[in-house]
């Protein structure tokens, strides 16, 4: 069997601050080494503090990436401290969870300390690597490790994709001689392990079929039963809290592959991205052309001068046409653009030739002299596919036609009228609430009312980026209505977002109709951001006018028209972005200087509405736009920018760096008008 790889993640702000304080990590690495059987190596180890955000960013790091770890061992704030949050930000990360080797660290422990009962640990599965949270304590942390450890290549093995059924031929029996392990008190009652891991009870005949569940809890609605009244819904979410990061990652993994159609070579394509590699039924151009107004002549032979008068025979205009041969002796006229008559070599500039005798009416050039010497072949022609030749691949898969026009303008130089780009998604927005009114609605507001400013802010920004939009209308809080609104939209739009109906409170109706009613997954119902924490991101299956089944995405954003905005170039331009293939997806970033000092959140990363300017010094400055409240549209005005501010109790003093994500043009000293 090959090495196992092993990473380890101390999880300890004082150890963060100065590593020799640590003791586990060296006592773990002595378990692997002493006890693993020869059968580990601990690749890594690394140090970070009590923050969320930071250990999900160290256990991703290392998970995500292509070769990834076997099993990744965490040790420290598992326990109850006010700081310890270990468990609290690897579950979420967890594809599967292993509550087996929870409760055998638990029973080992427990064998040792009632104390045990005061640790949190969690385990479970992320891609092919095992995750397991330790004890932060030296002695702790060595006993876990030591109950599981000879068990866990067996795991980490299938995890990695191991095939079930040859790993367990030979059954349990021997597994356990593999593993270097026993069945503990096993008398008559024994165990058979075939390889779905069920379970025969040889000594004991019950009569009695065990239950058997097909479903697992986290596939269970998480969200309120509107039918059950406020008395019965969720005092906290019951959605756990993501990195902003981790999201992100959810939408691409969950948003559907972008679909290839045939469209027709016109303005309509700008903003496509090519499905295929587009080649030149043609060449450009697609005959010898001149690039200067003159006389096209007939190049001397080597040591002939090309000084002279000659007789002007015929003249050849950029139109179509038949051009009559050119003859030693003789020259035509010329203009740009123009083919040259066959048995033209070269064209001389009007500027190096002299009018010597017209016709006899004075209306047309008779003869002209030419001055230029030494014209050689080839001389002001742009040759037969000089620009393109026949054949050649002129633009790639993947590239995206901009409005620029080069792309467009390259397309029609060839003669394509259709090409092959990936469907844009057409987009629904929804907004939702008894509360809220049609913006243009004339007359005062009456208590409690609020125009709608999220759903024609949000049409026009996706229409910005090139998208289709239907205008979903206002959806009111009654889940019936709610649900006939979502499914209606469903039949039009591959996209749905919605804006309001996504906290806590019992109107907030969206995650129980997505889910209970729609039979929807929610990915995710919580970001650790400011604004946006509510954020929600969800899949839907229906069945298209194919009868397949397909998915369909629902965004749905907080109410507040800052939070909103903010979410929507965040999550939703991503997704918008990988259906229609653009890559690199979403907005694009750039590292900025703080114009003055910005005080960060000690809970949240914040995305905070700035303005960017280009400095007459090359570099690009960040000034706030005014206060942040998520009720505050005033801040997105003359907003271009999100700053992306980490959580911290400190404030980022005037000239820190700090990276920006753009959402409009960039202001410039250098603009003078």
């Not at 090959?2 to 002595?30: C, F, N």
């Not at 160290?58 to 990834?68: C, F, K, L, Q, Y």
């Not at 027709?264 to 450009?284: H, I, N, Q, R, S």
């Not at 570099?619 to 505050?632: D, E, V």
């Amino acid at each position: 069997m090959a090495t196992l790889k092993a990473a380890v993640l101390i999880v300890s702000t004082t150890a963060s601050q100065d590593p020799s304080a640590d003791s586990s990590g060296r006592i773990l690495k002595d378990v692997f080494d002493q006890e693993g059987g020869g059968k580990w190596e601990v690749a890594e180890t690394r140090i970070v503090g009590d923050v969320v955000l930071d250990i999900q960013r160290a256990i991703t790091g290392w998970a995500d990436r292509e070769d990834p770890p076997n099993l990744i061992i965490t040790t420290g704030g598992t326990g109850f401290a006010v700081h310890d949050s270990t468990p609290e930000a690897v579950t979420p990360l967890l594809h599967k969870h292993a509550p087996g080797l929870v409760h055998g660290m638990l029973a080992a422990s427990l064998a040792v300390t009632p104390f045990a009962l005061m640790s949190r640990p969690v385990a479970g599965v992320r891609n092919k690597s095992i995750i397991i949270t330790l004890p932060g304590s030296p002695k702790g942390a060595k006993e876990n490790l030591q109950s599981v450890l000879k068990l866990l290549p067996h795991a980490c093995i299938q995890a990695a994709g191991a095939d079930s059924r040859t790993l367990h031929a030979g059954g349990v029996k021997k597994l356990e001689k593999e593993a270097g392990v026993s069945a503990q008190g096993s008398g008559s009652h024994s165990h058979s392990h075939d390889h779905s891991h069920g379970h025969s009870h040889s000594g004991h005949s019950h009569g009695h079929a065990m239950p058997v569940r097909h479903t697992a809890p986290s596939e269970n609605p998480r969200s309120n039963d509107p039918s059950l009244g406020p008395t019965r819904r969720n005092r906290s979410s019951p959605y756990p809290m993501l990195a902003v990061d981790e999201a992100i990652r959810l939408i691409k993994e969950h948003t559907p592959s972008p679909q290839v159609t045939k469209v027709k070579v016109d303005g309509y394509l700008v903003g496509c991205v090519l499905a295929e590699d587009v080649t030149a039924t043609e060449a450009v151009p697609a005959y010898r052309a001149s690039i200067v107004d003159g006389y096209a002549v007939i190049a001397p032979s080597e040591g002939g001068s090309s000084k002279g008068i000659f007789p002007v025979a015929s003249i050849s205009h950029a139109t179509p046409g038949e051009i009559a041969p050119l003859e030693v002796g003789q020259i035509a006229r010329i203009t740009t653009g123009a083919p040259l008559p066959p048995g033209a070599t070269s064209v001389v500039m009007v500027e190096d030739t002299i009018l010597k005798t017209m016709t006899e009416d004075g209306e047309e050039e008779h003869e002209i002299e030419i001055l230029a010497e030494g014209v050689k072949a080839g001389e002001n022609v742009r040759e037969v596919g000089s620009d393109v030749k026949k054949g050649e691949v002129i633009l790639r898969k993947g590239e995206e036609i901009s409005a620029i026009g080069g792309e467009l303008g390259l397309l029609a130089s060839v003669g394509r009228a259709e090409v092959m780009v990936y469907k844009r998604p057409v987009v629904g927005v929804l907004s939702t609430g008894d509360e809220i009114i049609e913006h243009g609605r004339p007359g005062e507001l009456r208590l409690g009312e609020v125009r709608d400013c999220n759903r024609p802010t949000i049409m026009s920004a996706v229409r910005g980026w090139g998208f289709e939009v239907v205008d979903l209308g206002i959806a009111r809080d009654k889940p019936g209505a709610l649900e006939q609104t979502l499914r209606d939209a469903l039949r039009q739009v591959d996209v749905i977002i919605t804006s309001g109906g996504v906290s806590m409170g019992e109107l907030d109706l969206l995650k129980p109709t997505i889910e209970r009613s729609l039979g929807g997954t929610i990915h995710f119902g919580r970001v650790s951001m400011k604004p946006g924490k509510p954020t929600t991101f969800a899949t839907i299956p229906v069945k298209n006018n194919a009868g397949e089944r397909v998915s369909k995405v629902i965004f749905s954003l907080p109410g507040n028209p800052v939070s909103a905005i903010v979410t929507l170039h965040l999550f939703v331009l991503p997704s918008l972005h990988h259906a229609s293939g653009v890559a690199p997806a979403g907005l694009p970033k750039v590292q900025v200087m703080l114009d003055h000092e910005f005080r960060l959140d000690p809970q949240r990363s914040e995305y905070h509405r700035a303005v960017v300017t280009l400095g007459k010094d090359g570099l690009m400055y960040a000034s706030s736009t005014g206060g942040q409240r998520s009720s505050r549209v005033g801040s997105l005005k003359s907003a271009n920018a999100l700053l992306c501010l980490p959580a911290g109790k400190e404030t980022l003093s005037k000239g820190s760096k700090t990276e920006a994500l753009l959402m409009g043009r960039i202001k410039s000293e250098f603009d003078v008008l």
